[in-house]
């Protein structure tokens, strides 16, 4: 187990476990023993009122870093659509790397926690919303494109670099595709669309 705080411990414990065993299989006890606290001995709740609470506390942390990771206004600065999307494209991937744990536990237990397929649906609209929507804006005032809904522009560019990260969270590329090929193909493609409408 990492150093750190308990805090620290209790989390990185529960997110292991939960992702290995599953929510309701993962005790609270399981996961202070596994943090190096005495099982049962009230560790955790002094940090966190409940496993649901811990896991909405995580996933608004995730949200908060990818939202500080990617800027669309120094992203725009780079002056070229097809650069831009690789900045945007290789940041998602590589956080959705970073915590594949947290995002596991989002894709098998959601539907079973609603409070974090709440935070989960919040975190992306709010991700969307300040960094992937403003920078489609940019780039289609930029491309002087006309009569395109930027929110569903957003949808269709970015849907597949979701896809991508949620195949590699499983272990198995979609199409047996593998970064920089999925990535280079993808961007090209998208530089080309703004282009043509340039």
């Known amino acids: 187990m990492a150093q750190g705080t308990s805090r620290d411990r209790l989390l990185e414990a529960a997110i292991t476990l939960i992702a290995a065993r599953g929510y309701r299989e993962t005790t609270v006890g399981d996961i202070e023993a596994a943090a ?15 496993k649901e609470r811990m896991l909405v ?22 002056g070229s659509i097809r650069a831009e999307l690789l900045v945007i494209a290789r940041a998602l991937l590589a956080h959705s790397q970073a915590h594949r744990p947290l995002r596991l536990i ?10 974090l397929k709440a935070v989960a649906r919040r975190a992306n609209a709010r991700l969307a919303r300040q960094d992937v929507l403003p920078w489609v804006e940019a780039a289609l005032r930029r491309s002087r494109v006309k009569g395109v809904d930027a929110r569903e522009l957003a949808l269709i560019i970015f849907a597949p670099v979701l896809i991508h990260a949620i195949s590699l969270d499983r272990g198995d590329p979609a199409f047996g595709l593998r970064e920089p090929t999925f990535l280079d193909r993808w961007a090209d493609h998208w ?8």
């Not at 506390?57 to 780079?78: C, G, H, P, T, Y």
């Not at 530089?191 to 340039?198: K, N, S």
């Open 36 to 50: 190096g606290l005495t099982r049962r001995a009230g560790g955790f709740y002094r940090h966190f009122a409940s």
């Open 57 to 78: 506390e995580a996933v608004q942390a995730m949200a908060d870093e990818m939202v500080a990771e990617i800027r669309s206004e120094d992203v725009v600065s780079l």
């Open 106 to 115: 989002l894709q098998r237990e959601a539907h079973r926690v609603p409070a």
């Open 191 to 198: 530089a080309g669309w703004f282009a043509r409408r340039d």
